[in-house]
């Protein structure tokens, strides 16, 4: 079966940095594209980034561009979120997921991981 496992979570301080891992299995990989989703307490599940199949194509939300670089190695079925200058506000659950067209809803994508606790304090 599919399976997308998410880690490299943790507790940080403001300004830190830090590298989310997703671990896909049970699809081909490079036929996907993939995002990354978060959600905070008491919030909706929201788009942060997501890379085309390839990896040449990537788009992110407005909040996180210029701090966070999502990445891919199709070799390894594995995406990446490399995440720098960590606000409070980036503190959510975070979530990998995969689709075969390349959307930043929530709705369009088909598999998703478990997710990784993020938590940046002050």
């Known amino acids: 079966q599919v399976q997308l496992v998410e880690s490299g979570g943790g507790l940080v301080q403001a300004g830190d940095s830090l590298r989310l891992s997703c671990a896909a299995s049970?699809?081909?990989?490079?036929?996907?594209?993939m995002g990354w989703f978060r959600q905070a307490p008491g919030k909706e599940r929201e788009f942060v980034a997501a890379?085309?199949?390839?990896?040449?194509?990537?788009v992110y939300e407005d909040s996180v561009t210029g701090r966070f670089t999502i990445s891919r190695d199709n070799a390894k079925n594995t995406v990446y979120l490399q995440m720098n200058s960590l606000q409070l506000e980036d503190t959510a659950v975070y979530y990998c997921?995969?689709?075969?067209?390349?959307?930043?809803?929530?709705?369009?994508?088909?598999?998703w991981g478990q997710g990784t606790q993020v938590t940046v304090s002050s």
């Open positions: 890379i085309n199949r390839s990896g040449g194509r990537s």
């Open positions: 997921a995969a689709d075969r067209s390349f959307s930043t809803n929530t709705y369009d994508y088909d598999y």
């Open positions: 049970g699809i081909t990989f490079s036929s996907y594209h």
